[in-house]
């Protein structure tokens, strides 16, 4: 799964705009996975902030469906993979609870991979997914 994130994140900014759909598609699809995998305890199978880990934190997990909704109606994929990532954050903003992705995601990859490739293959998979989650 990790090199095919990869592979289809490179696919989609190269291909023609028929062909770029269809790997958004197919990392959206990816993204779901990971999501479930990785984000679903806090922010909830739904995406609404209402995952089983929410109430142990001490600030409640966003609604990630309503992040366009908070922003004109507008997705800022730029802005939201930087934060997933966690690993560009200013120290002066302040402590996190959530996890440095950017780190995880790049962890435990195949041989030959390089980690931060990797780690923004899955990151960008994730934002396809939380694009197609959007509150309309």
């Not at 209402?50 to 730029?78: E, Q, V």
Request: charged residues 25%; glycine residues 12%.
């Amino acid at each position: 799964m990790r090199r095919s994130a990869i592979a289809l994140a490179l696919a989609a900014a190269l291909a023609p705009p028929a062909l770029a759909d269809e790997g958004d598609a197919m990392l959206s699809r990816v993204g779901a996975e990971m999501f479930q995998q990785y984000c679903a305890s806090c922010h909830g199978q739904s995406a609404a902030g209402d995952g089983p880990a929410a109430g142990a934190l001490r600030t409640p997990p966003a609604d990630l469906t309503r992040i366009a909704a908070r922003r004109g109606g507008s997705f800022p994929d730029g802005e939201i993979a930087r934060f997933v990532d966690g690993r560009f954050d200013v120290p002066a903003h302040g402590t996190r609870e959530m996890p440095i992705w950017g780190r995880k995601l790049g962890e435990a990859v195949a041989e030959g991979a390089e980690p931060d490739e990797v780690a923004r293959g899955r990151i960008l998979a994730l934002v396809e997914y939380l694009k197609t989650i959007q509150a309309k």
